[in-house]
């Protein structure tokens, strides 16, 4: 079964809305969790690395304000989408390593999102 | 260059042959590395994790590291209707979990 749930798996909004995501890990506990986006046709793109208790790490070009993300417990990261714009609609997926002799990451469900 | 390099193909494979799918990395320090498949629309998904150089089989899927060579493989036998995806080579060399992604290689099989 799925090891890392993410909530929803799909939403619309309107322009300036925001949205939230959440990252569950489901049977372990995850100190640090990946943000994703993919556009169609295209290959993963690291957004972040969220870090329990502290900041998220930003890839260059990510918008830290718009994105925001908050990783308040060992099994949670949120990610929020700010004052959304069409261009934001995408296919954004979380992951989480399990180290069980080797690291595995594991993948959400993603959430399709799609902004109006 | 670019850190971990997979053909985008498409790469069309008969029904029952072998699919090869092949991927290279730049870091010699690089210490694990997976295979994930992809449907349209979903996430990835594991199939293989392999840490040793070797071969490791699990069911139809045999995944291949060559460190010398910087080199990794998944061998796909038998190969299904339902293989067709894109699969994703990741590599991650170091301890912050954080992984090198390969840009995927699109497999059909055809029936």
């Known amino acids: 079964g799925a090891v890392v749930s993410q909530h929803p798996s799909w939403v619309i909004c309107k322009s300036g809305t925001s949205v939230k995501i959440e990252c569950r890990s489901l049977?372990?506990?995850?100190?640090?969790m990946f943000w994703y986006r993919q556009f169609p046709k295209q290959s993963l793109m690291l957004m972040a690395t969220s870090n329990e208790g502290s900041k998220a790490t930003y890839e260059q070009g990510v918008e830290k304000d718009k994105f925001l993300i908050n990783h308040a417990s060992l099994t949670l990261s949120t990610l929020t989408v700010t004052s959304a714009h069409p261009e934001d609609s995408s296919f954004y997926i979380c992951?989480?390593?399990?180290?069980?002799?080797?690291?595995?990451?594991?993948f959400g469900q993603g959430t399709r999102l799609t902004v109006v | 260059q670019k850190e971990v390099e997979q053909n985008s193909g498409p790469l069309s494979v008969p029904e029952g042959a072998i699919a090869s799918l092949n991927c290279t990395y730049s870091?010699?320090?690089?210490?694990?590395f997976f295979w994930y498949r992809q449907y349209s629309g979903k996430s990835p998904e594991l199939i293989m994790s392999i840490y040793s150089n070797g071969d490791k089989e699990d069911g139809r899927f045999t995944a291949q590291l060559n460190k010398a060579s910087q080199y990794v493989s998944l061998l796909i036998r038998d190969s299904q209707p339902s293989d067709s995806a894109t699969y994703l080579c990741a590599v991650n060399k170091d301890s912050n979990y954080q992984l090198i992604w390969g840009a995927g290689t699109k497999l059909i099989i055809k029936p």
């Open positions: 049977d372990f506990q995850a100190t640090t």
């Open positions: 992951s989480a390593p399990r180290v069980t002799g080797g690291t595995e990451a594991f």
């Open positions: 870091d010699r320090g690089s210490q694990s």
